[in-house]
């Protein structure tokens, strides 16, 4: 499991060697969730069942909390799908501990902690991102 690291922005970013950055095991996967929060329903053209149904839960004022953590554990898990079998073993997602966000539909930002555990039972990781 190895990709390009992105910034905060989305961006590639360089190392202190000057070379594209790259993220590796336990870090690619909390990459690919952040992404995989932070992708809209049908952005991806290539599988557009990927993502989050922001555009509702931002118009929807009367929306139930169940419906919006659906939604979220359902992108998270969704990243089993793009390991393979022996990066399943170690890095897959296992289960969802916890999950909170809030949701300001003011300002349109949502805050999600989350804290996973790995297929490989030793490894818990807590990941905060605004969407």
């Known amino acids: 499991m190895t990709q390009f690291a992105v910034d905060a922005n989305n961006d590639l ?24 929060i ?18 509702q839960m931002y118009g929807n004022p009367h929306l139930l909390p169940e419906y919006i953590d659906y939604n979220l554990r359902a992108a998270i ?30 300002t349109r930002i949502m805050k999600v902690n989350v804290e996973i555990k790995l297929n490989n039972n030793t490894t818990t990781t807590t990941i905060e991102t605004s969407v």
């Open 77 to 106: 898990l969704l990243v089993n799908s793009f390991l393979t079998p022996e990066n399943l073993a170690n890095y897959g997602i296992k289960t969802i501990n916890s999950l909170d966000y809030n949701l300001d539909r003011n």
């Open 13 to 36: 970013y360089l190392n202190e060697s000057n070379d594209l950055a790259i993220v590796s095991g336990e870090d690619d996967l909390i990459q690919t969730v952040i992404s995989s």
């Open 38 to 55: 932070k992708l809209w329903l049908k952005e991806y053209e290539y599988n557009t069942s990927l993502g989050v149904n922001y555009k």
